[in-house]
């Protein structure tokens, strides 16, 4: 993964000092493009260990359409936890203790950080057993799901973009035109987060499938890793279900920024030394890309550097 660690020095060395949306304070640069050959093994971070039950579990999430964090959750899975949280706790029927800014008190103020698990512990407890509830604050908008598979039109209808995506390249996989938006300027608003990797498209070769994503906003420390092999793994899906092998995952990144509380964690990984990829295996007796469970996809030969922590900008 040196691509990713040359992208870590590029911005430590060329970014300027930006604010952001948070009020965190990035290190930024703006274009930046890696490419990994996916032949030569799964592109998951090893100079920090990287949980990859969690980018299966979203990348299945995605897959299914779905938008609600009860999914993620049944699967042990909070990487969305903090913005359907925020929902909650600026809702008029939350009645707990004031959660302004939740993400960055509850790292200053240890009082704060108690207060916070129990209202966060509480929340969730509620979207896994509370059907109403989870409706009605589990929910994080026309967030990524949504525009994948139900992209609504001014005439009313919806879009499957990735099952028209997946049919194209088996009819005509010289076409220019695979690609997938999750950017869809309308819904943006109603959306939670506004979808950082934006689009992305497939290009076949010599019997091989290669996908390019277009990342807008790139937190390099925390997102960029499961970005990377959240898009290598769906490209691996869908080359088994059209009967291809794997090429290239290209990624391009819009702002490529490096939190200004993630500088320490980011040089902790430059000074260690990448170790061998790990082998992606997908049960091969699923055909679809739409039927694969959690337990049809895991990776074997993962021996990365223990995993650093480090603060989520909400």
């Known amino acids: ?7 870590c020095e590029h911005v430590l060395h060329n970014g300027i000092t930006k604010e952001d949306r948070t009020g965190t304070g990035t290190i930024s640069t703006f274009g930046f493009q890696m490419r990994f050959d996916l032949q030569e093994g799964f592109p998951l971070l090893t100079t920090k260990r990287i949980p990859f039950r969690l980018i299966a579990s979203e990348l299945l999430w995605f897959i299914k359409g779905d938008t609600n964090i009860r999914y993620l959750l049944q699967h042990n899975n909070h990487i969305w936890d903090e913005w359907a949280f925020k929902k909650w ?24 950080a108690k207060q916070y698990k129990e209202q966060m512990d ?11 509830f989870a409706e009605k604050y589990g929910e994080l908008g026309d967030v ?8 609504k039109t001014t005439a009313g ?3 499957d973009q990735l099952k028209e995506v997946i049919e194209t390249i088996k009819i005509n996989p010289d076409s220019r035109r695979l690609i997938v938006s999750a950017w869809n300027p309308e819904d943006v608003p109603s959306m939670a987060l506004p979808p950082c ?18 990342q807008r906003s790139a937190d390099i420390f925390l997102g960029v890793p499961f970005n990377i092999a959240s898009y290598a793994l769906l490209t691996h899906l869908i080359a088994h279900e059209c009967g291809l092998e794997v090429g290239e995952f290209i990624h391009t990144l819009g702002d490529a920024h490096i939190y200004s509380n993630h500088v320490e964690q980011v040089q902790t990984q430059l000074s260690r030394e990448p170790r061998n990829l790990p082998t992606l295996v997908i049960n091969k007796e699923k055909q ?27």
């Open 1 to 7: 993964m040196k691509q990713y660690l040359d992208l």
């Open 89 to 112: 706790v600026e809702s008029d029927e939350y009645t707990g203790p004031d959660m302004t800014n939740f993400g960055l008190r509850a790292l200053e103020d240890e009082e704060f």
């Open 122 to 132: 509480f929340f969730v407890d509620q979207v896994l057993n509370d059907e109403a």
């Open 144 to 151: 990524y799901g949504k525009q994948w598979r139900a992209w």
């Open 157 to 159: 209808e919806t879009i």
């Open 197 to 214: 990797h934006t689009l992305f498209q497939f290009y076949v070769l010599d019997g091989k499938l290669s996908c390019q994503l277009y």
């Open 288 to 314: 679809s890309v739409f039927d694969f469970e959690m337990e049809d996809i895991r990776i074997e030969g993962y021996e990365p550097h223990a995993a650093i922590k480090a603060p989520v900008a909400v």
